[in-house]
């Protein structure tokens, strides 16, 4: 089935990103250094998700207004979050999908399940979530980016599953 990345997106937003031309990235990897139920998981999303009523919506209206922008920040999830308290702010998915299940696009309540069953050794403390699209902002890999990965690092997380969106 074709995918429609747009489909959420104002038409002008749409038509932007579909003529906006993409450099590739090498992305690097790193072999499994031990067994999946001995390693300590982090989560991270794309999605834009949120703690309603604790944290800020991620800003979707700069990035109306400004469609090259993303917000670079990032969120910090609980691994013991409920549903009804995530909220979701995403110009380019269906946002209704991820506040009806968040496990759609940061699956912690899947990993504490593979954590019960001894399928991974455990789920850290601490996932997070970010807005997917950084093209013009160097926020994210100068500070955000470095953050997220040095509070994994605290963590001791040894895999970080990242969903895109």
Excluded at 31 to 53: I, V
Excluded at 114 to 119: F, I, P, S
Aim: glycine fraction near 6%; hydrophobic fraction near 35%.
């Amino acid at each position: 089935m074709p995918i429609d990345s747009f489909k959420w997106m104002p038409p002008s937003l749409a038509n932007y990103y579909r003529n906006l031309s993409m450099t590739r990235a090498e992305v690097p990897w790193t072999p499994m250094r031990k067994p999946l139920n001995e390693c300590h998981f982090s989560l991270l999303s794309t999605a834009g998700a949120y703690l309603k009523g604790e944290q800020e919506p991620f800003d979707v209206e700069r990035e109306k207004r400004e469609p090259t922008w993303g917000d670079p920040t990032y969120r910090a999830i609980p691994r013991d979050v409920r549903q009804e308290q995530i909220g979701v702010a995403h110009l380019h998915i269906n946002t209704a999908d991820l506040e009806a299940d968040i496990n759609v696009a940061l699956p912690i309540h899947r990993f504490l399940e593979l954590e019960a069953a001894g399928e991974i050794g455990s789920l850290a403390p601490t996932s997070y979530s970010v807005m997917g699209y950084q093209e013009t902002n160097d926020e994210w890999a100068e500070r955000y980016g470095p953050e997220i990965a040095s509070r994994m690092k605290g963590e001791e997380v040894d895999c970080a599953f990242v969903t895109p969106v």
